[in-house]
């Protein structure tokens, strides 16, 4: 062994054999206690998921016999389709599709307006003199941690007041206003990452508030604009209480929509239908996360911008 | 006509005083050198001609113009920060470009100055890099571009060259003097480091304290420092500087301390001492040289062992023990060789090389 071992050394360029090679580092007892407990913590997570999965493809038939565990036979995508298209939620039968879209519609002015609102008041609060930014700081951090069942019917009444209850736009604006505070600590923390003289040498060059968010901070902003994107659409795909109490009939989100399919029962409890729901619903942000999760973990992490 | 004027400039952040009273004038096309210790004010006084910080109270004029109250960016500068500044996510020439954000110029004016100050610093191979494909040297120079394309009449440098590599900083330092020579611009620099201040400058501020305790050409400076702070601040090794009392005997004045009179007779006095007083007495490392030949009329002898010695190249620095403290002295490095740790040598000081410093307010005799 020794001799294979000195060989393969001996064959890189200009490096001769060394006096003193390292012992391979063998597998401990540590280290699988580690990997059995690390085992069974996925397990927790996975097994639950392989259930979901497995039924969603299966007919019926298969489901009645008990099995949960079995692998489908026959493998059907009729449940995922059905739960698509015409699943009945309450008494109208037109499946997620309607909530699908309604969670789009609700998803996109709220992260427009959410983040580009607290990005502009991150970027004034960390890098301008604003006239009791501290005291304005405070209060955005005591409003980051109101619960929002306690300002739910309030908001209702605002709501209704600017005529937006019951539709998707009031539910992206209640979104976007319930996001702002967290949001706008979110950036004002990064921008105050931002090296002091960078924005002095913006000040002598433009001096112009917007121009130097526009040319100079939004382009540094790539790694917290992902976060910020993940967080939201996350919290805003999930989140149910907002749609419900705030969205109409035909305005709810998928979350709602999805609710309903599964507690509306005529007859037998469609478990492949309900079980295909729920992972249609989950896909948006699991896609979300596959996609930007590099730049999330990049994002996160980056503290110092270096020049 | 002063192009820069500061007149009577207070700074204050709560209760603490950064800046007291402090005047200065800087002519046109003056290279002036903010010199000092850090925390001693020059910075916070360049960021406030640039108008990043407030004064408390005082006024700045540039070329007449009373600019205490208008934006940085209205009040005709350009500045080259310490840790350059660039904007990291645009090229060399979007920064360049950037530089004349508030010039509203065209578009053909705006290539032409980027081209020319592309050619004047060499970096016209780099204008589509970004700042983190260059190295250290280069953004420097992207700096001093950023600020040359504005063609104002001040540039400001808050210690440009604190971040490079000593040979960079060499070249660098010669660079920004040919640019100074070249564009005849007033230029208001910041350093701690006097041998820039010294290459550099056509005059120096020395500060301290908030206080400008000198303000001078470099030669004036060096040669007839106003106080004790300026004295033990500038040169290197540092001015050996020397609690004495003065004794005056049958017309000759002599400084004594530990044991050794040096004389002072001949001293340009600008106020008559009087026996028995406490001086300082400060004596430069590199006019001390040995008995008879270097030294034909000492002012004084010493007679004082070696505790150790210094080899930097060219230059040699052998410091003696003298009372309870040590003086330093420049030596012929050749002859470094033979001075041993304990043995005592001797070692003149000439005529009329020597500072008198009155112990109490520290300033020149």
Same mark, same amino acid.
């Given at each position: ?13 200009? !490096? ?10 063998? !597998? ?6 580690? !990997?059995?407990?690390?085992? !069974? ?30 692998? $489908? ?51 004034? &609060? ?152 729920? &992972?249609?619903?989950?896909? $948006? ?23 | ?41 020059? +910075?916070?006084?360049?960021? @406030? ?20 109250? @208008? ?28 530089? @004349?954000?508030?010039?509203? @110029? ?222 330093? +002295? ?36």
């Amino acid at each position: 062994m020794s001799s294979i071992a000195e060989a393969s050394l001996n064959d890189l360029d200009g !490096i001769r054999a060394p006096r003193f090679p390292r012992k391979p580092k063998g !597998i401990t007892g540590r280290s699988i206690a580690i !990997i059995v407990f690390l085992s !069974i913590c996925a397990a927790f997570f996975c097994v639950p998921l392989y259930v979901i999965i497995t039924t969603s493809f299966k007919t019926m038939d298969q489901i009645r016999q008990g099995d949960i565990f079995s692998l $489908p036979a026959p493998f059907t995508i009729d449940a995922w389709w059905s739960a698509w298209d015409n699943a009945c939620s309450g008494i109208t039968c037109t499946g997620l599709k309607v909530g699908f879209f309604n969670s789009l519609a609700i998803l996109f002015p709220s992260l427009v307006l959410s983040i580009t609102l607290s990005a502009v008041t991150g970027y004034a &609060l960390a890098l301008w003199n604003v006239r009791w930014a501290g005291g304005f700081l405070f209060v955005l951090f005591i409003c980051a941690f109101v619960p929002f069942q306690i300002i739910m019917i309030p908001l209702i009444i605002l709501s209704s007041g600017l005529k937006v209850y019951g539709t998707v736009w009031g539910i992206a604006l209640v979104h976007a206003v319930l996001a702002m505070p967290i949001l706008t600590l979110i950036f004002r923390n990064y921008y105050k990452g931002i090296p002091q003289e960078i924005m002095s040498a913006a000040m002598m060059d433009s001096g112009s508030f917007w121009r130097i968010f526009r040319e100079i901070i939004l382009p540094m902003s790539g790694n917290i604009l992902i976060v910020v994107l993940i967080l939201q659409i996350t919290s805003i795909w999930n989140d149910f209480l907002l749609g419900l109490t705030f969205g109409g009939l035909g305005t709810q989100p998928m979350s709602v929509v999805l609710a309903n399919v599964v507690i509306t029962t005529t007859g037998v409890a469609a478990y492949n239908e309900n079980m295909a729901a729920a &992972l249609e619903t989950a896909i $948006p942000p699991l896609v979300i996360y596959f996609v930007l999760g590099r730049f999330f973990v990049q994002g996160i992490t980056a503290g110092a911008i270096k020049g | 006509m002063p192009r820069v004027q500061f007149e009577d400039i207070i700074k204050t952040y709560g209760r603490v005083t950064v800046l007291k009273n402090l005047d200065l004038a800087i002519d046109d096309g003056e290279f002036l050198v903010l010199l000092g210790p850090s925390g001693c004010g020059k +910075t916070t006084l360049l960021n @406030l001609l640039a108008g990043l910080l407030d004064v408390t109270a005082g006024r700045i004029s540039i070329g007449g113009k009373d600019v205490t109250d @208008l934006d940085p960016k209205d009040r005709g500068l350009a500045m080259v920060f310490q840790s350059y500044a660039l904007y990291p996510t645009k090229t060399v020439r979007g920064n360049l470009k950037f530089g @004349l954000a508030a010039h509203k @110029l065209d578009a053909a004016e705006t290539e032409r100055r980027i081209g020319w100050a592309a050619k004047l610093l060499q970096i016209e191979a780099l204008l589509d890099r970004k700042p983190a494909q260059l190295s250290g040297g280069q953004r420097q120079r992207v700096a001093i571009g950023r600020a040359l394309v504005k063609k104002v009449g001040v540039f400001l440098f808050d210690e440009p060259l604190s971040n490079l590599d000593a040979k960079l900083r060499t070249e660098m330092r010669l660079e920004i003097k040919k640019l100074h020579d070249d564009l005849k611009s007033t230029i208001v620099y910041v350093t701690h480091d006097q041998i820039e201040a010294m290459t550099m400058a056509t005059k120096i501020a020395v500060m301290d304290a908030g206080v400008i305790q000198q303000f001078g050409t470099p030669d004036e400076i060096y040669s007839r420092p106003a106080n004790l702070f300026v004295a033990g601040f500038i040169g290197s090794p540092a001015m050996n500087l020397r609690p004495a009392t003065i004794a005056i005997a049958g017309g000759k004045v002599a400084a004594r301390s530990a044991g050794v009179d040096l004389d002072l007779t001949n001293y340009p006095y600008v106020t008559r001492p009087v026996d028995g007083q406490d001086v300082v007495i400060g004596l430069r490392p590199e006019h001390f040289g040995e008995p008879g030949a270097s030294v034909p009329d000492p002012a004084g002898m010493f007679s004082l062992p070696v505790q150790y010695t210094e080899k930097t190249g060219g230059d040699a620095t052998a410091y003696l023990k003298f009372g309870d403290s040590l003086i330093a +002295t420049r030596v012929d490095p050749e002859q470094i060789g033979r001075f041993k740790q304990g043995d005592t040598i001797q070692i003149a000081f000439p005529q009329g090389k020597a500072h008198v410093f009155d112990a109490q307010t520290g300033r020149w005799l």
